[in-house]
């Protein structure tokens, strides 16, 4: 059984089918590719595997189990992780901010819980946070936990974002044009960090 099917997805906006009756299968430990130019409907793709968008018609299964049409945030509970077209969350704030912040917004335990829920909160919090350690340290940026996101070179900058995918600990990564605007030395790192998370994460 594959870990993702999708049979005869379609999405129609208005008039214009984006997508038009795709099949595909990705199995554990594969790393599949889609191509085409813009507009090709690559990112519709996405939207619908990880729910921001709701197939017009056909299947998408993971794990054997329906999940076409599902809210986003079921989608990523279950273990689908999207790394977004375009920059970091929040430029503003240091590398391990952001990986946090993307934890938190996954597990919705906010800063309130942290600040009123006592010790074990905090030793809640101290465990994501070496996580989040981790997680940067997996993507090569473990020197740069306390550097702000924005002054990060943009190489950089799209291993944080990934950093950020990972600390939910995905089985399934979808990552959205992961070298646009790359230079050839850029562009090799991310294939050589895509294959190592394959190797060691087994995504
Ligand atoms: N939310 C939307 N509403 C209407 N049309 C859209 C929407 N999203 C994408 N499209 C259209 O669907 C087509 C495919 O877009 P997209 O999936 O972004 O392509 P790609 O990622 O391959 O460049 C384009 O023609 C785009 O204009
Ligand atoms: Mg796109």
Redo the contacts with the bound molecule.
């Keep these: 059984m594959a870990l993702l099917e999708a049979r005869g997805l379609t999405k129609v ?2 008039g ?1 089918t ?1 997508v038009g009756d795709l099949d595909f299968d990705v199995n554990e430990r594969e790393i599949l590719g889609i191509i ?1 130019p ?8 996405f939207n619908m595997v990880c729910g921001t ?1 709701k197939p017009t018609r056909g299947t998408l299964t993971y794990q054997g189990k329906d999940i076409t049409g599902l809210p986003p945030h079921h989608v990523a509970r279950k273990g689908i992780a999207r790394v977004f077209q375009g920059n970091v969350l929040f430029p503003g704030s240091t590398a391990l901010e952001n990986v946090l912040m993307g934890m938190h917004l996954h597990t919705q335990l906010g800063v309130f819980s942290f600040l009123l829920g006592g010790r074990r909160a905090r030793r809640r919090e101290r465990a994501l946070e070496l996580r989040a350690r981790e997680m940067l340290e997996l993507v090569g940026l473990g020197g740069e936990a306390s550097t702000v996101a924005s002054d990060l070179p943009h190489g950089n900058q799209r291993h944080l974002c990934l950093a950020v995918a990972l600390a939910v600990e995905p089985k399934l990564l979808l990552l959205d044009e992961p070298v646009t605007g790359m230079n050839a030395e850029e562009v090799s790192e991310m294939l050589e960090t895509i294959r190592m998370l394959r190797r060691e994460k087994g995504l």
Excluded: E
């Design positions: 906006f208005g214009l984006a085409g813009n507009g090709a409907g690559k990112s519709t793709v968008v």
